[in-house]
């Protein structure tokens, strides 16, 4: 039996938070282990839980949600962090997956396409609304970074690799399914960031999605 997936959310919007923890409760394997509704007290409460994966709001009173994931990052380096904001700028999203979230949904998704992005997200995979999926490969685009794995001078085994992070894997099951340490593969990772200007594995996998293809043709 798989062990549940703690859960804590941060957002200081009554009504939204209310109505989250009543769809995570529709979510089988969620267990939501504690709420908060200001940054300092979801810094505190997850420094005490250590979830495995964390709901944040971007815009709240007290401190933005980028300082809280920064915050978040720091003590409890393994929980998932998914932004769930009103926000489709892009600055937002891309200063969020730079700081480290592992995904940044809207808050205007329909509940089932919120229920499905969760599931994905339990499973280790980036999850980021369709709506700015564009967005963020436009932002990409916007810095001169190369547009083909051949631009980029990645090897076959960094272009397996770029692959296997698109579809959310983690670098130990990437190390599995290559037969590679994963040692090796965090190397590997690194390179294929500075090939690319990328600062996280995020963009890395949205860049794959919208580039990979490319240099198949």
Known sequence: MTPPLSVVTVDDHPLFRRGLIQLLGTIPGFNLVGEASCGVDGIALVRKCKP???????????????????????????????????????????????????????????????????RAAATGKVIISDALTHVMAAALRDQNRPETPQEADLTEQEIRILERIATGMSNKVIG????????TVKVHVKHILRKLSLRSRVEAAVWAVAHLQKGKA
Do not use: C, F, H, W
């Open 52 to 118: 495995d994966l964390l709901l944040l709001d971007l815009n709240m009173k007290d401190m933005s949600g980028l300082e809280v994931l920064k915050a978040v990052k720091t003590s409890s380096p393994d929980t998932r962090v998914v932004m769930i904001t009103v926000s489709d700028q892009a600055e937002d999203l891309v200063s969020a997956l730079r700081i480290g979230a592992d995904g940044y949904l809207l808050k205007d998704m329909e509940p089932e396409q919120m229920v499905e992005s969760l």
């Open 176 to 183: 599995k399914e290559l037969d590679i340490a994963e040692g």
